[in-house]
């Protein structure tokens, strides 16, 4: 299984320098650049996730990994430089923005076909998710033995499961926008699946990223 990358963008809607930092639970395994910086106002930075080659995949396409992007307000003219880990230290008083990422792996809807006598060990494709450069490797790999009707079907059971839950936080994050009365610091994280605000004062729960993978044989 192959590294390969993803990009996350982080756009500043605001008026104000807003610093940010970025963690992961599984160090070891991701690897994010740039992991702190500044975004100016009214601008946005690209942060680029890689994960790790791997031996073998992940059974079951289960995965704990999960990211925490932090954020706060900077002085006027503050650069990478002048960041640090006392920023984002939570204090009375001081308030830092947080808002957690949880992985998971999208099986391919598309399996490949194969014949009975073809090789053993056979890789499923990527899932397209209509953002070419925003996904993130791994690899699914079936026997030849299996058929490709049943293959098919745990694939789309899988997906239907995953739009589900993707829906189910986007109205979530509508509710919780809708409740809202004020804002002064308001940074959004993109990706193709899921928009996160981030509001001053006020955490959201943990949102899904969906991330596809692509196989390698």
Do not use: H, W
């Not at 930092?21 to 070891?28: E, L, Q, S, W």
């Amino acid at each position: 299984m192959k590294q390969s990358s993803c990009s996350m963008q982080l756009a500043n809607k605001t008026d104000r320098y807003v610093a940010f930092k970025v963690k992961t639970t599984n160090p070891k395994q991701y690897c994010v650049r740039p992991n702190i910086g500044v975004v100016l106002p009214g601008s946005t930075c690209d942060v680029t996730v890689t994960m790790q080659a791997q031996r073998e995949a992940p059974a079951d396409l289960q995965c704990k990994d999960k990211f925490l992007v932090q954020s706060v307000a900077a002085e006027n003219g503050a650069a990478t430089q002048d960041i640090s880990a006392a920023m984002f230290n939570k204090e009375p008083g001081k308030v830092v923005d947080e808002c957690k990422l949880r992985v998971i792996y999208v099986p391919t809807s598309s399996p490949s076909p194969f014949s009975e006598d073809s090789e053993q060990g056979s890789s499923a494709r990527s899932l397209e998710n209509g953002t070419p450069n925003s996904t993130l490797p791994q690899s699914v790999f079936r026997s030849s033995g299996e058929a490709s009707k049943d293959k098919s079907s745990e694939a789309t059971s899988m997906i239907s499961k995953l739009t589900e839950e993707k829906m189910s936080a986007v109205q979530q994050n509508q509710k919780l926008r809708q409740e809202l009365v004020s804002a002064s610091t308001t940074v959004t994280v993109l990706n193709q699946c899921c928009i996160l605000g981030y509001y001053s004062g006020i955490c959201f729960p943990s949102f899904t990223c969906f991330l596809t993978i692509p196989s390698q044989r």
